[in-house]
C-alpha cells in the first residue's frame, strides 16, 4: 500500500514492463523517470520543474523528468525490444470476475449482467462516439457501448474492480483508453471495433485516472491522477513506456490536452488553476516545464473547458460564464457580451476550436458560435480587462438542459455533435446553422442524479424508480426499454410497489417526495383504453395520478405496507410516522413521533403471529408498533396517536469491547506459545547439561480503552428475524459486523433517551469496517441474501437453514458493480420469481442481472402491462399538491379545529353584542321617556347608577389592563431603548463634535467645524509628549515666535524710554549754598573713594598674584565646557564614509517614531478642538444676536406703530438657523414628533397603494391636490400681512379723523411733531442697530474663516507629516526586522568566535603542559644562555659588529 500522501522530494518508480504469453514479445524492463518534486503552488505563481538557480536544484533535475538517453539505453546488458505492432492481450485474461469464497462451492455465473438502464451523466465526460452508429459511456465498472439502431449494449469490464476514471478516443478512432480507478490502476487501450485489449499502461498513477488525451498525431497519450498525487504522465503508449511525468497541481485537475500544432505543449486545468506545460529538450534529456496562470486582478476561478489557439494562446471558461484570453501565462483580456453581459449564464464547460469557428458550450443550455477572427487578436479596451463581443450563432438544445461535453462524428457527410446533458440526456445535434439545420433530437434519457428509490412489480416484469430529478420512470427488464416516464414538482426519495393483495391487478405505485407529499400513481396498458385501441404505435405504459396527500413536513424516507393490505405506513425526516386505512382512496388514521429521523419501516412478515411495524431511525433507535385500529382512533381534533403501545431498542455500541476481547484472546494465544517455546528450550538445554539463566519477563503493552462514539452510529439497514428480534446493520464506527438484537419485555419501559441496549449476537463480515452494508434483500424462498455495499459492489449470501449465523456468512459471491467512489447501493430488488435481481446506485446507474446462468430460462418472457380500469378516462383528474409549503394533514386538522373553535367564539360574541344592544336600546328608550317628564319628575343623572362600586370596579379593571399592556410593552420598550441607547453610543457618543455649519447672514459665506472623534483621557495624557511639539507644523510655530520675540524687543524699548524719562523729571531744587556744601562735601568724598579704591586695588592684585595656579593647571568649567562641546558639536563626517556612525541623539527607532506619531496626532486633536470651540462660540453668538434682533424688531414695530406708513422703513428680515447649524436637533424628538412621523409614514404607504392601484389618476389628483395646496397656503400667507395692514391704516386713519375733528393747539402739534421726530430718529437708530449686529457677526464669521483656512493649510501640512512619518515607521519595522536577523547572526558568530577562542587557550594550555614543550623551552633556554655569554665576550671587542649581531638576535626571538 502506498502512503496516500505525497512526499515533497521525488518519489522513484520503477515502471512494470508488458507481460504476455507471446514469442515475439519480452518483458520491458525500462526505469521510468522520477516524479518531479511538488512544489508549493499556492505560494508561488508560475512554478517551473527545472531551476536553474541552485546547484542542488540542478542535481536534482538531472534525476527528475528526464527520458533515458539512447546511450544508455544501448548498452549490451539492458536492450529492450519494441512490442509488436500486431500484439493483442487476451480480454478473458484481464477483466475482473466476481470474487467467490474459495470451497464454497458457489458457481462463479451467479449472477450475470443483463442490461444497464443509467447513464452516470454528472461525470464531467462521459460520452465518446467512434462512429454513427455507436456510443460509448462508463456505467460504473463497465463501459457501455450502445448500438444506436438496435439499441442494444455490450460491454468491457475494468480489469481491477476499482471503477473507471475516464474514457478517451485515438484521432484515428481506431483506439481508445479506459483509464481506470483503484490501487496502482491500470490505464487500457482497445482496438476498436474488435474491443480486443491492445495495450496496458502500469504504474501511472496511484488511486486513478481522471483524464486523458492523445496527442494530434496519436503517437502520445497524456493522463492525469486523481488525489493524492495528480500525476501527469505522458506516455508512448504502443510501447507501453513513460516519457515524462509531473505532478500537475496540488488540487483536483479536471483535464489535459495537447495542443493541435505544437505536440510539445500541453494545458491542465482544474480547481481555481490553469497550467501551461512544455516538453523541453536540456543537455540532461527531455523534461517537462509547468507555469501556473496568474489571474491578477480577475477573480480566481475553477477552469473546466478551455481550448489551445494555433498561436499558443488559451482561451478559457469561468464559473460566471465570460470567456479568459490567455497569453504567456497571463490574462490577456476578458470577453463577455454587450453590456456586459456573460457569454454563458453559468460556467462554461467545453471550448471546441472546429474549423475556424470558436463554439463554446454552456451549462445554461446554449451553444455559441463566436468569431476567431475578432477573439484571437482581441485585447482590453478599459481598466476593467473587458472587451465586448457578439457571437455569429447560438443554438438553445432545449429547457432545463445542462451541456457538459460534446463530440463531433460524420453520418453520411453530414457533421453531427453528439452532447451530454447533466440533467439525464443524450443529444444529436446540428451545428451547421443553414436552412436545413435539424432540431436537436433527444436520444436517449435517465435519471439525472442519484437512484433515491426502486420497486419491483410483484405481477410482472416491471421496475418503477425515482430520483431528485422529480420524475419516476418504469422500465421493462424483459425487452430492456424504458415503458413510461411522468415528472413533478418536486424529488421523489421513496418508492414501493402496492402488493397483490392491495391491488391484485399490480397497477399501484406509492410513491414520497422531499417535500413530504406521497402520491399514489397507477400504471395502466394505453392500449386497452377504447379510444386508443385502435391506434397502432401506442406500446408504452401510461402513467396516471390517482391521488395525492401530504403526510409529513419533510422529506418521505421509507413507505410499506402491512402484510394484510390494510394498513399503509410512511416514515419521514421529521421524526414521525403516519398510518393510512387503504382503502379505494387513502385515508389517515393517525401518526406517531419517534425519536429520530425514519431511516427504513418493515412489517412483520406473515410467519408473525401479530402485525408489527419495525421502524429504524438514523440515530441508532429502533421502534415496534402494532398495527393501529381505525376504529379505536380519536381523531376529531388531531390526528396523534398518544397511547399506541411501542417497544424501544436503543443501539449501544460494543465494537470497542469486541475489538477488546479479540485483543485480549490474541496476547493469550501469543503468550501461550511462548510458554511453549519457553519450556521446549529449557528442555533441550537440561538435555545438553547447561544452566538455565531466568529471563526477565517482558513488559505488555496497556490494553486498549472501551470507545464510545459521540455520535450514535447511523442504522443503515436492518430486517425482522423472529417476534420481538431483528437485525441491524450500522455505519460509521460500529460498521464491519451484523447485529442481532432484542425488545426488552419489561412492559414498564424507562425513557428511551436513557436507554443502553446491547446487541446478543455479533456476526462479523469480511472487509466491511470501512465498507459497510447499505442495503439487505432476500429472494422469495429466502435461500440467497443480497447485500448492497457502500463501495457498489453487490455481495451475495446463500443461507441453507433460512437463518443467519457465522458459518453461514462465511462464504459469499461478490461483484463490483457501480461506481467504487460514489456509487452506494440505495436498492436492490428481485423480480416476482426471483429469475432477475435490479440494483440502482448513487452514480445513477440501474443494473439487471440474471440470477444463474441465461441458458436455463428456456422459455420466451415478457412484461405484462396492468390493463386500465374501468372508467379511467371518465374520472375527475386528482387533485395535485404542488406548493412545496403547504400544510400537511395534521397542520389542516389543526387548522380546521381552530377555525371552528374560532368560530363557536365568535357565534358567543355575537349573541353577547345582540343582548348589549338590546339592553341599549331600551336604557334609551328610558332616558327619553324621562325627558318627556317635568323637571321636578325628572331622575337625575346619578340616580341612574344603581351601585357606584361597579364604575369603580370597571375604572379599576381598566387601569388593570393599562399596567398590563404597559408589562407587557416594557420588554419591547426596553429592547428599543437598548438599541436606541447603542447606536447613539456606537455613532453619536463617539463623536467629540459633528459637522457644524455656521453661515453668515449678508452673505454666502459659511465656516465649518471638524467631525472629530472622542479620544480617552488615558491615550491624551499618555500620547502628549511637549518634546515633539517643535517638529509639528513647523511654519505656524515659527510665525507665532516672531511674533513673540517682536513683542519682547518693543516692551524692552518702552521700559528703557520710560525710565529716562523719570530721570529727566527729577532735578534739584535747593538753595545757592547748599549747592556749594554739597559739592564740597563731593570733592572730600571723591578724594577718600580715590584712596579707598587704591588699596582695595593692592589688596585684591596681591590676593590674585597669591592663587595663581601653575602652568599645567585647567579650569575644572573649562574643562566642562570643552567636553560638552565635544559632544554636542556634531560630527562632520560624510555619511557616506566607512567610519560614519550614527549619533545615539539622531539615532530613529519604530518607538521614537511611535511617539512621534502619537503626539502628532494628539497636537493636531488640540488645534481642531480649539477651532470648534470658536466655531461653536460663533454660532453660541448667532443664536444670542438672532434673539436680540428679535426684541429689537419687536421695539421697533412698537415705534413704527406711532409713524405713518409712508414714513415707516421696510423692516429687517429675522434670520433663521439653518438645519445644519443645529444638527443635534435631528436626534430630539418627543411624543408629537413621534405621531407626526407615524401619520407620514401611514400617509406614505396609503399614497403607495393608491399609486400602484391607478398610477395615473391617483399621481394627477396627488399633484393637483398639493398644488391646491401649495397655492393656498401662499395666497393665505399673502393675504395676511396686506389684511393686518389694512386693519391698522384703518384704526389710523380713524383716530387722525377725530384729531382732525378736534383741531389741537399749536403745542399739541408742536409735541407731535417732536414725537414723530423722535419715532423717526428711533426706528433709524434701531434698523442701523440691527444692520451693524448683523455685519459685526458677517464680519467675526469671515475672520474666523480665514483663520481656519489657515489652520486647514496646517492641518494638511501635518496630515502629510503624519503619512510621510507613517512610511517612514513602516521602513522601520522592516529593517529592523533586517537588524534583528543581522544581530541574530552577529550574537552567533561572536559566539562561535569566543568558542574558538576558548578552544585555542585550551590548546595552548595542552600543548605548554605536554613534553615536547619542556624539551623545546630548554632548548631555547640554552641558545639564550649561550648568546649572553658570546655577546658579553665580543662586546669587549672594539670591533664588534652591532648590526649582524642584532639582526641574529632578533631573528631568535622571532623564532
Not at 440470477?851 to 390493463?867: G, M, N, R, T, Y
Not at 448683523?1334 to 486647514?1352: G, I, M, S, Y
Amino acid at each position: 500500500m502506498s502512503s496516500p500522501k505525497e512526499k515533497e522530494g521525488a518519489d522513484e518508480k520503477a515502471a512494470e514492463g508488458t507481460q504476455a504469453d507471446h514469442s515475439s514479445v519480452q518483458e520491458s524492463k525500462s526505469s521510468l523517470p522520477k516524479e518531479s518534486p511538488a512544489g508549493e503552488e499556492e505560494e508561488e505563481d508560475v512554478e517551473h520543474v527545472e531551476t536553474d538557480t541552485e546547484s542542488i536544484a540542478d542535481d536534482l533535475e538531472e534525476q527528475d523528468n528526464t527520458e533515458v538517453s539512447p546511450k544508455e539505453e544501448k548498452t549490451p546488458e539492458r536492450k529492450e525490444k519494441k512490442i509488436s505492432e500486431t500484439f493483442f492481450y487476451s480480454y478473458e485474461d484481464i477483466y475482473s470476475r466476481p470474487f467467490v469464497t474459495e470451497d464454497s462451492g458457489i458457481p462463479i455465473n451467479l449472477l450475470t449482467l443483463k442490461y444497464s438502464f443509467g447513464y452516470d451523466c454528472i461525470r464531467s465526460v462521459n460520452l465518446m462516439v467512434m462512429d454513427s452508429q455507436s456510443l460509448l459511456y462508463v456505467a460504473g465498472n463497465q463501459v457501455v457501448i450502445l448500438d444506436l439502431k438496435t439499441k442494444s449494449q455490450s460491454y468491457l469490464r475494468s480489469s481491477s474492480g476499482g471503477g473507471i476514471g475516464f474514457i478517451a478516443a485515438h484521432p484515428t478512432k481506431q483506439y481508445f483508453a479506459v483509464g481506470e480507478k483503484g490501487e496502482k490502476p491500470n490505464l487500457i487501450i482497445y482496438d476498436y471495433p474488435s474491443l480486443r485489449p491492445y495495450r496496458i499502461l502500469r504504474d501511472g498513477t496511484k488511486k486513478g485516472y481522471v483524464f486523458g488525451d492523445f496527442n494530434h498525431t496519436g503517437t502520445l497519450l497524456a493522463s492525469i491522477g486523481s488525489s493524492p498525487d495528480y500525476m501527469l504522465t505522458i506516455w508512448d503508449w504502443k510501447q507501453e513506456k513513460i516519457v515524462l511525468r509531473s505532478k500537475a497541481f496540488s488540487q483536483d485537475v479536471y483535464r489535459v490536452t495537447f495542443s493541435p500544432d505544437n505536440e510539445e505543449q500541453l494545458t491542465t486545468a482544474g480547481v481555481g488553476h490553469i497550467r501551461f506545460w512544455k516538453m523541453a529538450h536540456t543537455f540532461t534529456g527531455l523534461k517537462l516545464q509547468g507555469a501556473l496562470g496568474r489571474f491578477g486582478t480577475t477573480a480566481v476561478t475553477d477552469i473546466i473547458g478551455y481550448v489551445e489557439l494555433p498561436d499558443g494562446k488559451v482561451i478559457s471558461g469561468a464559473e460566471w460564464g465570460n470567456l479568459l484570453l490567455w497569453e504567456g501565462g497571463l490574462i490577456k483580456v476578458e470577453l463577455c457580451r454587450a453590456g456586459h453581459k456573460p457569454c454563458h449564464n453559468g460556467p462554461v464547460s467545453q471550448i471546441v476550436l472546429d474549423e475556424g469557428e470558436l463554439i463554446t458550450v454552456g451549462k445554461d443550455g446554449f451553444i455559441r458560435v463566436w468569431n476567431f477572427e475578432a477573439v484571437d487578436p482581441a485585447d482590453s479596451v478599459d481598466e476593467k480587462g473587458l472587451l465586448e463581443i457578439e457571437p455569429m450563432n447560438e443554438l438553445r438544445v432545449g429547457k432545463n438542459v445542462s451541456l457538459s461535453f460534446m463530440c463531433k462524428i460524420h453520418d453520411c457527410g453530414q457533421p453531427f455533435w453528439y452532447a451530454q446533458d447533466a440533467n439525464g440526456k443524450i443529444w444529436k445535434l446540428d451545428l451547421t446553422f443553414s436552412n436545413i439545420t435539424r432540431d436537436p433530437e433527444c436520444l436517449c434519457t435517465f435519471h439525472s442524479r442519484r437512484i433515491e428509490a426502486m420497486s419491483v412489480s410483484p405481477m410482472t416484469y416491471l421496475v418503477a424508480t425515482t430520483a431528485l430529478d422529480r420524475s419516476v420512470r418504469i422500465y421493462d427488464f424483459i425487452s430492456n426499454s424504458q415503458q413510461s416516464e411522468i415528472k413533478f414538482k418536486q424529488g421523489g426519495t421513496a418508492l414501493s410497489w402496492a402488493p397483490h393483495v392491495v391491488n391484485p391487478k399490480g397497477s399501484l405505485i406509492a410513491v414520497g417526495f422531499e417535500d413530504g407529499v406521497v402520491r399514489i400513481i397507477e400504471v395502466y396498458d394505453p392500449k386497452g383504453l377504447p379510444t386508443l385501441a385502435e391506434q397502432p404505435n401506442i406500446r408504452n405504459a401510461g402513467i396516471n395520478l390517482k391521488q395525492a396527500f401530504k403526510p409529513h413536513t419533510t422529506a418521505v424516507t421509507a413507505l410499506a405496507y402491512e402484510r394484510n393490505g390494510d394498513v399503509f405506513a410512511t416514515g419521514s425526516k421529521d421524526k414521525t410516522v403516519f398510518f393510512f386505512a387503504v382503502e379505494d382512496e387513502y385515508k389517515p388514521i393517525g401518526f406517531i413521533h419517534v425519536p429520530g429521523a425514519v431511516q427504513a419501516l418493515q412489517w412483520s412478515p406473515p410467519s408473525h403471529v401479530t402485525s408489527m411495524l419495525l421502524i429504524l431511525c438514523e440515530n441508532g433507535y429502533v421502534l415496534q408498533v402494532p398495527a393501529p385500529l381505525p376504529e379505536k382512533q380519536e381523531t376529531a381534533s388531531t390526528y396523534h396517536i398518544k397511547n399506541l403501545p411501542t417497544q424501544y431498542f436503543h443501539f449501544y455500541s460494543i465494537k470497542s469491547r469486541i475489538k477488546l476481547e479479540e485483543e485480549i484472546a490474541l496476547r493469550e494465544r501469543k503468550k501461550q506459545e511462548k510458554e511453549k517455546a519457553k519450556l521446549e528450550r529449557i528442555r533441550q538445554l537440561q538435555e545438553m547439561g547447561k544452566e538455565v539463566e531466568e529471563e526477565e519477563p517482558e513488559e505488555e503493552e496497556p490494553l486498549p480503552s472501551i470507545y464510545i462514539p459521540e455520535e450514535p452510529s447511523p442504522i443503515l439497514c436492518g430486517f425482522y428475524s423472529a417476534p420481538g428480534k431483528f437485525w441491524l446493520s450500522l455505519g460509521g464506527y460500529d460498521s464491519g459486523f451484523l447485529y442481532h438484537c432484542a425488545f426488552s419485555s419489561n412492559e414498564h419501559q424507562e425513557d428511551p433517551e436513557n436507554r443502553q441496549d446491547e446487541p446478543f449476537e455479533v456476526i462479523p463480515i469480511e472487509d466491511t469496517d470501512d465498507n459497510p452494508i447499505h442495503q439487505i434483500s432476500f429472494c422469495t424462498s429466502r435461500l440467497l441474501m443480497f447485500c448492497g455495499m457502500q463501495n457498489g459492489a453487490l455481495r451475495v449470501y446463500p443461507l441453507q437453514d433460512k437463518d443467519l449465523s457465522v458459518n453461514t456468512l462465511k462464504a459469499y459471491w461478490s461483484f463490483s458493480v457501480h461506481d467504487n467512489d460514489y456509487g452506494q447501493i440505495r436498492g436492490i430488488c428481485c423480480s416476482y420469481d426471483d429469475r432477475f435481481l435490479i440494483t440502482c446506485g448513487g452514480d445513477g446507474n440501474i443494473f439487471t442481472f440474471n440470477i444463474l446462468s441465461p441458458e436455463d430460462v428456456h422459455e420466451e418472457l415478457k412484461a405484462q402491462i396492468p390493463p386500465p380500469r374501468m372508467g379511467l378516462l371518465k374520472e375527475k383528474a386528482a387533485e395535485d399538491i404542488e406548493d412545496p409549503s403547504a400544510c400537511n394533514i395534521e397542520e389542516v386538522k389543526q387548522k380546521k379545529e381552530y377555525e371552528r373553535i374560532m368560530k363557536e367564539a365568535e357565534d358567543k360574541k355575537s349573541k353577547k353584542r345582540e343582548e348589549l344592544i338590546a339592553l341599549r336600546q331600551e336604557f334609551l328608550f328610558l332616558l327619553q321617556k324621562n325627558q318627556e317628564l317635568p323637571k321636578h319628575m325628572q331622575l337625575q343623572r346619578e340616580q341612574y347608577e344603581v351601585d357606584r362600586r361597579v364604575f369603580e370596579e370597571l375604572n379599576r379593571q381598566t387601569a388593570q389592563r393599562i399596567q398590563l399592556v404597559e408589562k407587557e410593552l416594557a420588554w419591547e420598550h426596553e429592547k428599543h431603548l437598548i438599541g436606541l441607547q447603542k447606536l447613539q453610543n456606537w455613532f453619536r457618543d463617539s463623536l467629540e463634535f459633528d459637522t457644524v455649519v455656521v453661515r453668515a447672514i449678508q452673505s454666502n459665506h459659511q465656516i465649518s467645524t471638524y467631525r472629530l472623534v472622542a479620544v480617552s483621557e488615558e491615550y491624551y495624557q499618555d500620547k502628549e509628549r511637549p518634546s515633539w511639539r517643535k517638529t509639528v507644523l513647523k511654519r505656524a510655530w515659527k510665525k507665532e515666535e516672531k511674533k513673540e520675540t517682536i513683542r519682547d524687543r518693543k516692551s524692552v524699548i518702552v521700559k528703557g524710554e520710560a525710565d529716562q524719562l523719570m530721570s529727566k523729571v527729577q532735578k534739584p531744587t535747593t538753595r545757592f549754598i547748599e549747592m556749594k556744601r554739597e559739592q564740597i562735601r563731593r570733592i572730600v568724598e571723591k578724594s577718600d573713594k580715590e584712596k579707598a579704591k587704591i588699596m582695595k586695588r593692592k589688596e585684591e592684585w596681591e590676593k590674585l598674584y597669591e592663587s595663581k595656579p601653575g602652568d599645567d593647571y585647567e579650569d575644572p568649567r573649562d574643562v566642562q565646557a570643552i567636553k560638552e562641546a565635544q559632544e554636542n558639536m556634531g560630527c562632520y563626517k560624510l555619511k557616506t564614509a566607512r567610519d560614519y556612525r550614527v549619533p545615539e541623539d539622531k539615532c530613529m527607532n519604530t518607538e521614537k517614531r511611535t511617539m512621534q506619531l502619537a503626539s502628532l496626532e494628539v497636537l493636531i486633536y488640540k488645534k481642531k478642538v480649539n477651532m470648534n470651540k470658536q466655531i461653536m462660540s460663533l454660532r453660541d453668538f448667532k443664536v444670542s444676536i438672532i434673539e436680540e434682533i428679535k426684541c429689537l424688531l419687536q421695539e421697533l414695530k412698537s415705534v413704527q406703530a406711532a409713524l405713518d406708513l409712508s414714513e415707516r422703513l421696510p423692516l429687517p428680515l429675522i434670520p433663521q438657523l439653518h438645519p445644519d447649524e443645529v444638527p443635534e436637533k435631528r436626534f430630539e424628538y418627543d411624543h408629537d414628533i413621534l405621531l407626526k412621523f407615524k401619520e407620514k409614514q401611514a400617509a406614505k404607504a396609503t399614497l403607495q397603494e393608491q399609486l400602484e392601484e391607478s398610477p395615473s389618476s391617483g399621481a394627477f389628483r396627488n399633484s393637483f391636490k398639493s398644488s391646491h395646496k401649495e397655492t393656498g397656503s401662499l395666497q393665505q400667507a399673502a393675504s395676511s400681512p396686506t389684511m393686518k395692514r389694512s386693519s391698522s391704516v384703518v384704526t389710523e386713519q380713524q383716530k387722525i379723523f377725530v384729531i382732525e375733528k378736534a383741531e389741537p393747539t399749536e403745542i399739541e402739534l408742536e409735541i407731535l411733531k417732536k414725537e414723530k421726530i423722535k419715532n423717526l430718529y428711533l426706528q433709524k437708530t434701531l434698523i442701523n442697530k440691527i444692520n451693524a449686529v448683523v455685519t459685526n457677526f458677517d464680519a467675526e464669521l469671515r475672520f474666523l474663516r480665514h483663520k481656519k483656512l489657515q489652520l486647514d493649510v496646517q492641518m494638511k501640512h501635518a496630515d502629510l507629516r503624519y503619512i510621510t512619518w507613517f512610511e517612514e515607521l513602516l521602513i522601520l519595522k522592516n529593517a529592523e526586522k533586517n537588524e534583528n536577523i543581522l544581530q541574530g547572526h552577529v550574537n552567533t558568530l561572536q559566539s562561535e568566535q569566543e568558542a574558538m577562542q576558548m578552544k585555542k587557550m585550551r590548546v595552548k594550555t595542552r600543548v605548554m603542559k605536554s613534553p615536547a614543550w619542556r624539551v623545546m623551552k630548554r632548548i631555547l633556554d640554552l641558545k639564550m644562555k649561550s648568546l649572553t655569554s658570546l655577546f658579553a665576550q665580543r662586546v669587549a671587542k672594539p670591533s664588534f659588529p652591532w648590526v649582524d649581531y642584532l639582526i641574529s638576535f632578533r631573528a631568535v626571538l622571532c623564532f
